[in-house]
Nanobody, 123 residues
Framework: QVQLVESGGGSVQTGGSLRLSCVAS????????MGWYRQAPGNERELVAT???????LYGGSVKGRFTISRDGAKNTAYLQMNSLKPEDTAVYYC?????????????????WGQGTQVTVSS
């Protein structure tokens, strides 16, 4: 079972920055997509950013130009650098990772979610 541990959330004022981290651990054979989603009270969970194994990235429209996703393959870690934060960015941020777990001889796909980290931006 692949587990994700997120860190880096907190409270900042408008215009501030935060950097989230997500570390994947377990019997990982290969990591494919790593991404961040967020959910504000009363809203559905929405895409923030994803990074594919091939290096492609995709951002939600409201964060383009302000947030940057990156990853360290050797550490199975994803990062989300958030700049120019706004009050509407306030939400619980979740990490999502998919790939293959197991060994060279026996592997199966996985898709795991982190426990979430709170980001609060005050005006």
């Amino acid at each position: 079972q692949v587990q994700l541990v997120e860190s880096g959330g907190g409270s900042v004022q408008t215009g501030g920055s935060l950097r989230l981290s997500c570390v994947a651990s377990g019997n990982i054979f290969r990591v494919d997509s790593m991404g961040w989603y967020r959910q504000a009270p009363g809203n559905e969970r929405e895409l923030v950013a994803t990074s594919s194994r091939g290096g492609g990235t995709l951002y939600g429209g409201s964060v383009k130009g302000r947030f940057t996703i990156s990853r360290d393959g050797a550490k199975n870690t994803a990062y989300l650098q958030m700049n120019s934060l706004k009050p509407e960015d306030t939400a619980v941020y979740y990490c999502n990772v998919d790939g293959l777990e197991g060994s060279e001889w026996s592997r199966s796909p996985f898709n795991s979610w982190g426990q979430g980290t709170q980001v609060t931006v005050s005006s």
